[in-house]
């Protein structure tokens, strides 16, 4: 519905793309620079190093190199836009939003269903390119481009169904509508989408360096063309982005940090429990923002569990480099990212904590670090009371429902939260007492394009998928018809 402009960084703000209109100079659209050949392995068809706006590739003045975390090896110089090259796209995205918003419904849906052909079509191509990006194991930068493309498909769908209603009023003579328009210039986050033959303009993707991200991510909150900001990323600098917002009253979109309880009680299977902790936590090498961040295991079932987390972590995972097809633990995204686990560890450790498993840096580089358990974890840790983004699970032993669940609500964030019972009444109070967005319920993977993704407190605002996370997007307007 709505147009839209990307903002990449390298580990700076990601601002979703607003949609444009027409192209920015005239003459024949620039061709985009590609690497010769592309690094080994990767599609040369579908790199990318400069901006795209209104439909051509623009070059920028400077470039900032993108690095392997696992080799350190240059991948490539991409275009490190700046101010101008943003208000230039915002500016190609409301002429183009101009024009989009009044393509028919089933010409979006159609556009949008093609798009998400295209990725599941190139999924092995744009995987490889996530995983030397990333680092993240092949398999799962392979299931998280399928799991992308599903929003395509899914909104393809929904575009369909946005509904308005008629409200009969008290008097006789009068009618009350209520329409669903588009929201306007939107900031998100788009691949593949000129292949797609959405039209020019309709999303621009700016380029920026982590020097420039801030620059740039202030001009795409304070401009007054653009109706909406999206963003995912850390709670600080969604805070930044929130006041900058606030001058022109936008709408916004957050989906910040995470600090993900995972609480196991007496009643639980256990087997499950473990399993169900393995997929939560070490996915992405622990990255992922609905990781579990602190396991709280009730006394009764603690030793038994911690054993069997132990087991599992030392046969099923194997730290390796992602495109092995073996690895399932990958490098962090950086050496910033490894020194905080690392931070962590030795903070529990000062203050008391056993190290089960792993513990420290592993042998293969300077970003690779072990899978990690700690048992006799306490609530003064750092551990405990800050997400760690890494392979780092640390056990807290507690003796009552009540006590889980306050420690899981002491936390200022709340995005996903995870509990195993076999308790009935047990499972619908947790439930409903944790305060977190998303509820795992004897299960470790939770998200579904079908179902609301968010958090509440300081984890952010609103929510992405299901049939709600088409009215951020969407603004409700009130026709009173007289007369009649």
């Known amino acids: 519905m709505a147009t839209c402009l990307r903002l990449r960084s390298c580990r700076a703000p990601r601002l979703p793309p607003a949609l444009a209109g027409r192209g920015l100079r005239p003459g024949c659209p620039a061709q985009p ?30 470039a ?9 090896a240059q991948l490539g110089l991409v275009a490190d836009c700046g101010v101008p090259e943003t208000r230039a ?37 744009l995987a490889k390119i996530i995983t030397a990006e990333s680092g993240k194991p ?20 929904e575009a369909r169904r946005v509904y308005g209603d008629v409200i009969y009023t ?41 020097a420039k991200a801030k620059e740039v991510g202030e001009a795409l909150c304070t401009d007054p063309l653009v109706s909406k900001i999206s963003f995912t990323g850390s709670t600080a600098t969604g805070k930044i982005l929130l006041h900058h917002a606030a001058g022109s009253v936008k709408r916004v979109s957050m989906e910040l940090g995470g600090h993900a309880p995972f609480i196991v009680f007496d009643s639980a299977n256990v087997d499950q429990a473990v399993a169900g902790a393995m997929a939560s936590k070490f996915r992405n090498s622990g990255q992922t923002c609905v990781c579990s961040n602190r396991f709280l295991v009730q006394r009764g079932i603690h030793d038994s569990f911690v054993k069997k987390f ?8 194997r730290v390796g480099n992602g495109f092995e097809e073996r690895t399932t633990q990958g490098p962090l995204i950086d050496e910033k990212a490894v020194e905080k686990v690392e931070k962590h560890v030795n903070d529990a450790v000062s203050k008391g904590a056993t190290v089960v498993t792993g513990g420290k840096r592993h042998q293969l580089g300077k970003n690779f670090f072990e899978p990690t358990l700690l048992s006799n974890v306490t609530r003064d840790m750092l551990c405990s009371h800050e997400e760690t983004f890494g392979p780092l699970a640390p056990v807290i032993k507690f003796d009552t429902e009540e006590e889980a669940v306050a420690i899981a609500n002491a936390a200022d964030v709340g995005l996903a939260g995870y509990f195993y019972s076999q308790d009935p ?35 952010g605002l609103g ?22």
């Open 310 to 317: 132990a087991e599992a972590i030392k046969t099923n995972l």
């Open 33 to 62: 620079r590609r690497s010769a050949g592309g690094p080994a392995g990767l599609s040369a068809a579908l790199l990318r190093s400069e901006s795209f706006v209104g439909g051509r590739w623009l070059p920028a003045a400077a």
């Open 170 to 210: 008290p008097a006789k003579e009068k009618r009350a509508l209520v329409l669903k328009q588009p929201l306007g210039v939107a900031a998100v986050i788009t691949p593949l989408a000129d292949q797609a033959a959405i039209p020019p303009g309709v999303y621009n993707v700016i380029p920026c360096s982590r």
């Open 89 to 125: 796209a915002v500016r190609a995205a409301y002429e183009a939003f101009c024009s989009w918003r009044g393509v028919s419904a089933k010409e979006r849906s159609s556009l949008l269903r093609k798009w998400y052909d295209l990725m599941m079509q190139n999924k092995d191509d």
């Open 463 to 484: 929510r992405e998928g299901s049939k709600y996370g088409i009215d951020e997007y969407l603004e409700l307007k009130y026709v009173c018809f007289g007369g009649l």
């Open 138 to 157: 092949l398999k799962e930068a392979q299931g998280e481009v399928a799991y992308s493309a599903l929003f395509l498909e899914w909104f393809s769908e």
């Open 64 to 72: 900032f190199p993108v690095h392997d975390p696992a080799s350190g």
């Open 425 to 459: 009444a047990q499972i619908w109070r947790v439930a409903e007492r944790l305060e977190v967005g998303m509820v795992g319920v004897n299960e470790g993977l939770i998200s579904s394009v079908e179902c609301p993704f968010g958090g509440v407190k300081q984890s």
